[in-house]
Every structure is written in structure tokens, then in C-alpha cells.
């Protein structure tokens, strides 16, 4: 079974940086797209970024110039380096991975969340 483990989450201050990370374990034979979304309280899960097995990266308006995200296929694992944040990306960050395809079937999975919390 693929499962999904994040790490990297916590509080920093307004300015501050962060990087998480997300590594896929199973007995996985490919991962097409690999992303990063988040959830902050009373409001929808958005995307923050994605990048796919050939590096193509695309990224949420309200984070672009200052996320970046990465990924390493040998680990099957997506980080994410988070600079200049901000109140306003307190959130969960939920990890997910796209048609990941192992040794019985192919399916989409999420991570459990990993708390972010950008005080002022």
C-alpha cells in the first residue's frame, strides 16, 4: 500500500522561511504528478504547487516568486521551500501524488497534513 509522509511543518514568524518534505512509500513503480495543497480554516483546499515526473512545475497565484517546489524520483519524495511568508499562509499543507502507479494498481493519494502557522 502507497502511503504519504510529510514533514517540515511548525510556526515561523511573518518573513520567515520553511521547507517541507513528502516522501511516497510502497512498492511503487512511477509517480506522474506530485503537489502540494493547502486547507486554512473555513475555506476550500487550494492548490499550491505541483510538479510533474519531467520537472514541469506550476504553482498557486498567491505563492508564486516565493515557493518552490522539487522533486527527487530516485526518493520519490517532493519538497516544497517556502520563503517571505506570510499570515495568510497559515494552513494545513496536504501532500498528494497523482496516478501513482505500483506493483498492483494505480491510484491517487494524500498525505495526512502537516500544520503551517505564520504569525505576525
Known amino acids: 500500500q502507497v502511503q504519504l509522509v510529510e514533514s517540515g511543518g511548525g510556526l515561523v514568524q511573518a518573513g520567515g522561511s520553511l521547507r517541507l518534505s513528502c516522501a511516497a512509500s510502497?512498492?511503487?513503480?512511477?509517480?506522474?504528478?506530485m503537489g502540494w495543497y493547502r486547507q486554512a480554516p473555513e475555506k476550500q483546499r487550494e492548490l499550491v504547487a505541483r510538479?510533474?515526473?519531467?520537472?514541469?512545475?506550476n504553482y498557486g497565484d498567491s505563492v508564486k516568486g516565493r515557493f518552490t517546489i522539487s522533486r527527487d524520483n530516485a526518493k520519490n519524495t517532493v519538497y516544497l521551500q517556502m520563503n517571505s511568508l506570510k499570515p495568510e499562509d497559515t494552513a494545513v499543507y496536504y501532500c498528494n501524488a497523482d496516478r501513482v502507479r505500483d506493483i498492483v494498481t494505480m491510484g491517487d493519494y494524500w498525505g495526512q497534513g502537516t500544520q503551517v502557522t505564520v504569525s505576525s
Open positions: 510538479i510533474t515526473s519531467d520537472s514541469k512545475t
Open positions: 510502497g512498492l511503487i513503480l512511477s509517480i506522474d504528478t
